[in-house]
C-alpha cells in the first residue's frame, strides 16, 4: 500500500505543480497592462513593485484549488482509462483509500491558502494601496470602486463604477453617495446616479459634477431634500494634505474582520444605519469569502478524484475544460455574493458557501457511490 500511496503521490504532484505554474501565469498576466498603464502615467518603481508583488498571491488564491482540482481529474482520469483503479479495486482497496494522497494533499493547500488569504494577500494589499495612496499618478486611482474612501479630509465618498472616458483628465463615476462635511458642524449628504471627474491642470484639484442629484440639505439654511438635474461640488483638493491612507476591508486580515464585525458603526461614524448595514455585509461576506476560497481546495479534490475516475479519456484537454466549468460555476456564486453586498437583507454571506457544500456533498457521494459499486 506504501508504494501505490507514494505513486499516486508522484503522479499528482507532477500534473498539480504544472498546472499551478500555468493558471498562475495566465492569472499574472493582466499586471502587464497595469504595469504598462502606470508608466505611461509617470509611476514611481516603488509602486510597481508593490502591484507586481501583490499580483502574485492574488493568483495563487484562485491558482492553487485551480490546479487541486485539475491535478485530481488528470490523475484519476489516467488511472481509471488505463485500468490501474478497477486493479486496485479488485486487491479490496476501498476508493476512499486510493483517494486519501489527493485529500492530503489538499488539507495541505488549504492551510496554505488560508495563511495566504489571512495574512499575506491582505498585507500587500494594503502597501501597494498605500502607495497608491502616497505617488498615485492618477488622482483616479484614490477612489476605489465599490468602497467608502475617506482619504479626503472632511468626505466620505462612495463610487460604484468609475471609469475613465476619451478625455485623459476625465472620468465616469456611477452609483454616488458623498457625505460633505467640510464646513464644520454641517454634514450634506449627495446621492447621484452618474456624474464626472476632472482633474485639474496642477493635479492637486478635482472637480466633481453629479447627474440627477438627491441632497440634504440643499443649503444650511434650508433643512430638508432636495432633486437636482445636475450638481457642481466646490473643488476638492487631494494635495499633499490628504489623510493618511486608512485599511479598508481588503486590507484586514481574517481576525480583524472577524473582531470589525461588531464594530462597524464605530469605524465608519458617519454612515446611517442603512449604509452601516451595507458595511457589516461587506466585511462578513470579505471574511467568508477568504474561508470559502481556501476551503475550495479541500472540496474540489473530494470532487475531482470521482469526475476523474467517471471520465474514461485520456484526452488532458477534456478534464481541463470539466475543471474550468466547476471553477466558474464556485466562482459565479462568490461574485454574486459580492454583488447583493448592497442588499444586507440576503444573506450574502451564506451564499459564498453554497459552491463549497455542495462540491464536497457530490464529490463525497461519488467516491462512496463508486466505492459501494466495486
Known amino acids: 500500500m506504501r508504494t501505490l500511496q ?44 508593490a502591484i507586481v508583488s501583490s499580483r502574485i498571491p492574488e493568483a495563487l ?15 484519476f482520469n489516467r488511472l481509471s482509462s488505463d485500468g490501474e483503479i478497477v486493479a486496485m479495486q479488485a486487491c479490496g482497496i476501498s476508493m476512499w483509500r486510493i483517494a486519501t494522497i489527493p485529500i492530503y494533499v489538499a488539507v495541505l493547500m488549504t492551510v496554505i491558502c488560508l495563511h495566504i488569504n489571512s495574512n499575506v494577500l491582505p498585507e500587500s494589499h494594503y502597501r501597494r494601496s498605500e502607495l497608491v495612496h502616497r505617488f498615485a499618478a492618477s488622482p483616479f486611482l484614490l477612489f476605489e470602486a465599490g468602497s467608502f474612501v475617506r482619504d479626503i479630509e472632511g468626505l466620505t465618498f462612495y463610487i460604484g463604477k468609475i471609469s475613465e472616458t476619451e ?13 460633505d462635511a467640510r464646513v464644520s458642524g454641517f454634514v450634506r449628504e449627495y446621492r447621484a446616479d452618474h456624474g464626472f471627474i476632472r482633474i485639474g491642470r496642477s493635479r492637486r484639484w478635482i472637480r466633481m459634477t453629479l447627474q440627477d442629484v438627491w441632497v440634504n440639505p440643499l443649503m444650511p439654511d434650508r433643512p430638508g431634500p432636495a432633486d437636482l438635474e445636475s450638481c457642481s461640488l466646490p ?62 481546495c479541500l472540496a474540489f479534490a473530494l470532487l475531482g478524484v470521482p469526475l476523474g475516475i467517471k471520465g474514461h479519456r485520456k484526452e488532458s484537454s477534456v478534464g481541463i475544460a470539466v475543471s474550468l466549468g466547476i471553477v466558474f460555476v464556485c466562482y459565479l456564486f462568490i ?36 466505492n459501494a459499486c466495486r
Open 335 to 370: 461574485a454574486l455574493a459580492e454583488a447583493l453586498t448592497r442588499r444586507p437583507d440576503v444573506p450574502a454571506d451564506i451564499i459564498v458557501w453554497i459552491p463549497f457544500v455542495g462540491a464536497a456533498a457530490l464529490g463525497g457521494y461519488l467516491i462512496q457511490r463508486a
Open 167 to 179: 478625455e485623459e483628465d476625465q472620468a465616469r463615476v456611477q452609483d454616488v453617495i458623498i457625505y
Open 235 to 296: 473643488p476638492i483638493y487631494i494635495g499633499e494634505h490628504r489623510r493618511p491612507y486608512r485599511r479598508k476591508h481588503k486590507d484586514m486580515s481574517v481576525a480583524e474582520l472577524y473582531h470589525s464585525l461588531p464594530h462597524i458603526a464605530e469605524l465608519f461614524p458617519g454612515l446611517t444605519g442603512e449604509h452601516i448595514r451595507i458595511q457589516r455585509m461587506k466585511h462578513s461576506v470579505e471574511l467568508n469569502r477568504r474561508l470559502v476560497l481556501s476551503a475550495f
Open 61 to 75: 488564491v484562485f491558482s492553487i484549488p485551480m490546479g487541486v482540482l485539475t491535478g485530481c481529474v488528470l490523475v
Open 6 to 49: 507514494i505513486y499516486i503521490l508522484k503522479a499528482f504532484t507532477t500534473v498539480f505543480m504544472m498546472t499551478l505554474v500555468v493558471f498562475t501565469f495566465v492569472l499574472c498576466l493582466a499586471v502587464v497592462f497595469k504595469i504598462t498603464d502606470l508608466l505611461a502615467r509617470g509611476g514611481s518603481t516603488e509602486l510597481i513593485w
